[in-house]
């Protein structure tokens, strides 16, 4: 292989080349620029396949004619032969992307390029600690230059602070190394490692100023205002290279260092890391100028590797490959992510919607984002799972916290931003850019997702986990990409043929408890599909998300191992955030959504990590084998995660504004299918762990309250609603209280009552909800006040809502009442009484919100504008129908879904079924002919109808209008349908239980955190001086904790 | 002697700093530095000092043979010599910095150049 | 008031660092593992009398070309800097006359100033001394002029030419240490000679003259680019 | 207990008598309203009268589908809530159609007519018809309650949810009795009873002067008849679900026409001592006096 | 015509004009017809004696007698144990009581009434003036022989007429009805253009259809 050192010779070469062109020459220079970034690439990417490919040890390569410790020498090993790749491959690609302001500045200005992307080589690359500080100089100097290419006149100031505070740091680390050099004798790295620079005299606190001096550079908490600056107006494309490469160089240096200090330095890292971590994602949320956040979040990523390579003691080799991937994720993430700030015009937040007019674009972003966020599939997912796994086998929790509410906190900003880019008015100046600029950003997009499928591999080779990107649900959730070009109709065909392709070639695999789980996702899915087909043109990104979500929901249901769950979880709520996000008005509410779903999914990650104690990997069954004390914390995580999804009383308020907000197609899949996701989770939890105490509560009967507290409060918030879909919301969260309660009842007739709900709750739900996005797509509104009397103009409508509600408050005879029985069969073998009660007063009060949804929207009195409306589109109306009919069925026959799973519950809860003798059902205690009431009431209605009709035969057919007024008649429709606060005098009574407590402790944590944010941030007052104060104290601090410690 | 002139680089250092620190002029905040720099150079060779040896170089006093026991370290001499010119470089790109900033705002107080922040 | 408190309780802790790092220091009583290597071997091995030398360009002479390119780095920043100020109004400014024992002075001393700068970088390896000192003994020649001179425009194509190409021939040497003596910035590419002589220990002199060279090109044409930059305004 | 034909008609007699004893019963409470007034009250047949009346109207009018069908909600409620009931103890004749299923199933058939009344009325497009519909459904979403736990607590008590056992398990001596076993649960069901028999002071759904007269306010003719109809049998029906729950059951005609008798005075006659509650008054009065009991008796079962 | 009723153009959802015409679109405007009696002659006979037997008064106090009306609910008079009873809503009741002197802003209202009762309906007269005006014969705004607008079936005399002549005239209109006498929705709809003309001409500010269902 080609020497690493020509690495160096190649740029410096090119750059002292370039000073003996005649300045005019500027193409040339532009082409050499490029040459030697290229010949720089090429060694280093011929060195990655060296080791990857060829298994290559690493090699040192020595100068100056002696071998070390006397002379420098440098060693190619594969953490350096990535990361030169990554800093020249950066380094060349910004190249590209800032070819005009290079080709206007002249040749002096891409020999600064050069020197700067050296001087990362080499910091990279160079196993001697003073060579070290000269390429430090040499990045800072260069950095400096750099920040004369940026258009911003504030720039300057930037570089200077940066200079104050480098200047700074080089007396630390001068300090520093000579005082190691006189400790040990050498200024090798690994010399100084054997001499063990800590047991000398004065070598720690030797140590402690290299080690300042290094990790200032990474621009710690509170020592970096200055990097904020040079983030926030250096021109977008060295931005890139100081983000991606500098970071990265720098964090390799820290662990050629930390490799000197030994492990007693590593809390020290970790603790500057994950402070460094927090602090950066908690000021970026009041952030508003875009590159000033990607500032913050790449400080904030930057401080998370630190925290990883601080916990280097205990990953162990695993390190390279969490911290790689993380680091990779960074810097294919910011690098792209700057690139395109450059090509956006306005320095605000919202101005970043100009990229809605390149799907590309806003394809890229969402693929940055997802990498910083450490979402599936890419490196850092398999990073973070690595992570919390061996973190947590060595019980170190707190950590784990920290580090995932700093990921949440990133996360919120980053997917608010993204709420920006798909919601915020696209403003007049557009994007523009350069086929170079598109080419370096494509290739940073192609990067992320080839990494994705490396980690894949790798996860799958050393840990023996699924790459995901292998997995035929996600490859065909991804192929909608390319497919996005069709019309919507075809990709709505391709995606109901796959959906109902796919359980047809499954379907052998599932459990019955596994198979309705199974058919709701796919085949529902492929029902609700149908509704799809209403919409015209080519729908972007619709069908990418859906898939996606439908990738992992079915994922989920065939993992067996805790990783393949978690990976699926994710998948999923991705999926549908990205679909929730297509809605009108959604912006804060997938937002809300997005962020307590990831909430909800790290505490499942921590609960998983802490359940496999450290074992790479872990059946989910195994979680049976869990013992005390682990058990119930364990399950109190899981359980908090799935409740996240569920929607429980407490974790709700995400799911009205989702819900309600989506598309009128989407609203049902969200939430007939999506929130099964959740109780699916319960269901495997309660199955696999059962009852657990924590300090002697029983966490099942807390769920029990939880359940029963989510279907009281979700009924009665649902009956103050105008918004007719934000009304089948709460209601959802009532459901779902109910499907909560029954699972946590832990019977047998409880889990039956539980998955009668998650069929009945997709059918009617769905249902309603296509129901009432119909009429909302004809109205134009929600708002059910606004409507009234559409029973003659939406005819079907009126039906399927007729049949829906019907179904939904349990009146016989529809399949509603199914459920109702079994739970009150369920619950009479239960020792719990008190929930019981909330329960009880839950149901009745679902007829009221029910009523007025039938009511005010289909009866009542019919407005002016809406006299010519026509029923719901065919293709809404279609799924209905199959609603209906299905929900018909499954009334007289719940027996076709229910009875195998009875039989199959025996396994799990021996005992306490149901018998089914012929049409008949009974348990211990009871019993029901869903066939004899069926008929019955049937007959009876159709002789009282038919009697009726005979007496009535002459009847008048009258108009709206026609009613006794008290001798007068009505002014106005609008004035004669009682429809607004409907339920007045309930409010009068009951209203208190539905203040928004929730809401308020929700708003009232996150406006903690931005009004902490927006403070503290204030630190950061742009004096260059402060920041050299920042840095002192810094210093002093990290001082005197190391002496504490 | 070794101790008098650590001490005296150690206070040179915290000299610089404090100059860097109380002064809002950019160009006495640079000759701060500079200070700094000396004193950090001070210390450098100050560790390298040993007591009763001669300077690196061969001649006709210091053969070869006898350079183990007659010669100081010329290791920190030759950082030294580095660490000077890395800190001129420094310096006079400090300075183009601050004659652009005076053009640009007409003052050199560095509390004037804090339109970014937060 | 309280920013100088503060600066001064923040230097107290800087301080009390420094005085723990003193107060462990213990003085070498010989020469350490390294020290003593370039001790016993700097002769042999490189052909060097200057131990300093010898380190500064063939031991440590990745630090010296990163040295140098530091210096490059500062002046084409500089050089970069003043072209993007706006060159429209070069109005030139009317200057005091400089003295007649000045301008007479400097027609003597330069080209001996200059000369000894020379002999400084050329004998590197023998006397105290170098590339670097030799450099910026020529950098204030070049320094004198401009004060004899102020408006006296040097030619930046020269200075630029001499820059790069001593800085390539540099680079280019040290790859010849790869090809021929197995590695980078080997002195060893041309024959070590007799001990003691100017033309002796192999590539030093060359490479430290060539650091000569584009060390004092560098200086002057920071102090050039610096001198026109004052002439903008 | 297998369906077989026979029931239809047993079916239908039972109808026959309990419509009878409903219409009856109705104008016999009537009566005793009017002679609390000192009045004399209308004829005993009257109710007969009024019905064969709206039968013989000769006009009528509609407001579209779900306003014709709501009476017919209506009267199913009520005939199946009858018929899904056991009347009689013990008889073959009188056990109606319960095979088709137990408690739960009754007490949710009871919202069938609720809702399809409340539909009908829906339709008519009358204000005040959906102001009492929702006057009706806030009171009796927590009317209901106390009878639900109450309910439940009998059910737990005595681990059946099936009418005929719960009844066998009250034989032999009024002592054995719900009402003296649990009178908590009876004491909140008769409680909850109140306000689901539409009298006062529970009678603001209907309110005649001010939202003349709730829900029917559009009903005339022959769905007027057909709730008439209905006003026979339902509480009747309701009354056979406490009778059977909480006073022994009736294992013969006499006996049930006696204890339905008295389980209807009992709201008559807290209707005629006091005056109406407005919605929200009725709703807390429930929570704070019924609802505990019901609590009670189910913790204490 | 009052704004309301006037023709107006909305707006629909999806941005369309159409012109919406209160008079039509809101109300029915089906003229009233003659309804036959039942085909059987017992049936009718019995459905006529339910009629009289359960005679369901509009609770509308229209004039000044309506006063008089109250204590036939009193246990002094107990109208009840004839099968009389008020109901407060017009699709319900069976027999207006006109009672007392009509302004012509209640005929409108009476009229309206009247219509939205269901046939058969019966309408009593009471006092002199809904027979001549009585003692606002010589009124600009009452109107003076109610039967020009109104099929009346029974006129009870008096100024006022006591509870006692309120009893007697249910009687008599029992009579009538079992008689098959009262006819007076059919009357009202075969004379539905002379009824209407007569209305009309009285009053002025005429906002509602011909008819009201």
Redesign the interface.
Known sequence: MV?A??I??AA??A??????LKSEKRGTAYVITLFALSVMTWISAGWVWAFVMERAAPVD??????SP????NFRMGLPEAVLTLLASLTGLLSALYMKDVLCA??Q??M??LL?AV??LT?IIL?R?L??LF??F??A???T??LM?LSED??A??????Y??V???L??FF??G???A??A????NIDGMATASLGLK??GA??F??LFIAVVAELKPFPAN?WG??IY??AHPGFAAIFSAATSSAVIYAVDKLLLIGGAEWLPMATGIGVITFLAANLFALP?TNDR?LLGYSSIAQTGLILAVLGQRDILGDNVLYIAGGLLLSHAIAKAGLNWISGLVAGRELPDWAALRSRPILVFAFVTFIAMLSGLPPFPGFYAKWEMVRILAGEGRIALIGLILLGLLIEAGYLFRWFGYIIKREVPAQSVRCSPFQISAIFVALASGWALGFVWGELSNQYFGHDNLLLAIPVVFALTFLLLDWLPAWVKNSIAIVGLSLFFYLTFSDYDPLRMIFAIIFLIGGAVILLASYDSKGRRIGFYPATMLMFAGLILLIRATDTFGFFAAWELLTIGSYFLILRGKHSEPHALSYIIFSLGGAFLILAGFALAAQGAPLFNIDALAQLTQPLAPWVFLLLAIGFMTKTAAIGLHIWLPGAHSEAETDVSPMVSGILLKAGLFGLIVLLMTMGKQQLYGVELTYVMLWIGALSALLGNLMAIFQEDAKRLLAYSSIGQMGYALFGLALMNHLGWLMALMFVINHYIYKSMLFLSAGGVAK????RDMYRMG?L??LMPLSFIAT?IG??AV????PLSG?GG??IF??A??SSEY??P??II??A???A??YL?RL??TIF???LK??????KEAPFWFILPQMIYVALLLAFAVAPGVALRRVDTYLNQIFPGGGLQWTGT?ISSA?????PV??MI??AV??GT??AW?LF??R????????????????????ET????WN?????R???GFLVQPFATRFWDGVTNTLHTAADIS??L??????SY??HL??F??IA??MRMGA | MTYIALATGFLL?LI??YG??TN?N?LR?IVA?TI??S??NV??IA?GYMHGRTAPILDATVSAADALTRVIDP??QV?VL??IV??V??AA??LV??Y??YE?KGTLD??K?????? | MIKRF??LS??V??GA??V??MM???P?ASL????R??AE?TAS??GSANIVTAILV??????T???V??L???S??I???L??GNKQNTTLRKLVPVGELLTTGKSYLAPIIMLLGVYVFVNGHLTPGGGFQGGAIIASGMLLLLLSDPLKHFSHALI??V???S??V???L??L??VL????????ILPLGDFGDLISAGAIPLIYSLIGLKVGAEFSSMLANLSEMEDLQ | MP?DWMKIPYSLLTLFIVVNYGFFLNALIQKMGARAGRRYGIPIWQNYVDMIKN?GL?????????F??G???R??GG??LL??VPTIYGSYMFSN?S???????AL??I??G??GM??GA??????HA??G???G??Q???A??PF??AV?AV??QY????VTEIVAAQQGGFLQWTLFTNPLAVAAAMLGFLGSMMRPPFDVVIAPQEI?IGPP??YH???L??MQTNRAIFPIAKIVIYMNLFFGGASDWPTFFFKVFLIYLWSAFVGVVFPRF???QS??WF?IWA?PL??LS??LV | MKD?LKI?V?????G?E?E?E?LK????E?APTV?PAAYIKVVEDLFNWARSESIWILG?GTGCGAIEMRPLMTPRFDAYRFGVQWRP???QANLFVISGYLSTKTLK??I??YE?MQNPKYVIGLGSCTINGGMYWDSYNTIKRLDDYLPVDLYIAGCMPRPEALLAGFQDMKKLIRAGKAEGANLYAENFEWYKANQKRVIHDWD?PDY??
């Not at chain 1, 300057?156 to 602070?161: D, I, Q, S, T, Y």
């Not at chain 1, 002459?954 to 429709?973: D, G, T």
């Not at chain 1, 409907?982 to 309930?986: G, L, R, S």
């Not at chain 4, 829906?122 to 204000?127: F, K, L, M, R």
Request: glycine share 10%; with cysteine; proline share 3%.
């Open positions: 020497n050192i020509y160096i010779v410096l070469g750059a002292f080349l370039l000073g003996l390569f020595l100068t100056g004619g002696t410790p006397f002379s420098i500045l002249g002096r200005a020999a600064v020197v050296m001087a080499g160079t001697d003073f060579n000269v390429f100089e040499l800072i100097i260069s400096a230059g004369l006149a504030r300057l100031a930037a570089g200077f602070k200079l104050i480098s200047q700074m080089s007396v001068l300090i190394i000579i005082f050099y006189h040990t004798g050498t200024l005299a004065g606190i030797a402690f100023f205002g904020l600056d926030e107006s952030q000033r004809r109205t134009g509104t009397g029973i003659t007729l509600i019907i408050s349990g009146v016989p009442f109702r029985w009150y069969n619950i009479i009484r008190l019981m009660v009880f007063l149901g009745p009060i007829f009221l009523f039938i009511h009866l009542g009195q002016d504008e809406y006299r010519k409306i008949e205690y009871g019993y029901w002919n004899a009431i019955i009431i009876i209605f009282l109808f009726l007496v009535n002459k009847a008048q057919k009258v108009k709206q209008f026609n009613i006794v007024y008290a001798a007068e008649r009505p002014y106005r429709p004669t349908h009682f429809a409907f339920f007045a005098p309930y009068k009574a009951l941030r204030r950061y007052n742009g004096n260059g001086q050299a104060f002192l104290s210093v002093v001082y005197l | 250092i610089g700093f860097a620190l809002r950019l905040m530095f700094a720099n004193g950090i210390v450098i560790i290791v920190p950082l580095t660490a890395i800190g470089g420094v790109l400090m910095f601050a652009k900033l640009r560095i509390s150049f804090a339109e970014l922040k937060w | 503060l600066a923040l230097l802790g800087i660092i420094f723990a790092l462990s220091y213990e070498d350490n593992l390294t020290a290597y370039y071997n091995e490189t063939t031991y440590r002479g990745l630090d070309l990163g040295e390119t530091v490059f780095l500062a084409s920043i050089g970069l800097v072209s993007l630029s030419l820059e790069s190409l800085g390539f540099y680079v280019s040290g790859v240490g790869i003596a197995g590695s980078f910035l080997d002195n060893r | 369906f039968y000769r006009s009528s009018i509609t407001h579209g589908a779900m014709y069908l009476p017919v909600f009267l199913s005939v199946g018929l899904f159609l095979f088709a299923g137990d408690l739960i199933l949710y058939f919202f069938f609720t809702l409340a539909l829906g339709e008519s497009g009358h204000p959906a102001i519909v929702s006057r459904l806030a009796v979403s927590t209901e309650l639900a736990l439940f059910a737990l681990q059946t949810l099936s003349p306010t559009e003719s022959a769905y008849a057909l407005r919605v929200e709703i807390r929570l609802v019901g609590i189910i913790i | 309301e107006r909305v707006k629909g959802p999806d369309v159409f919406v209160p679109d809101y109300y029915c089906a309804m509308f809503t017009p699709r209202r009476a309206r009434s939205q509602m009201n269902w």
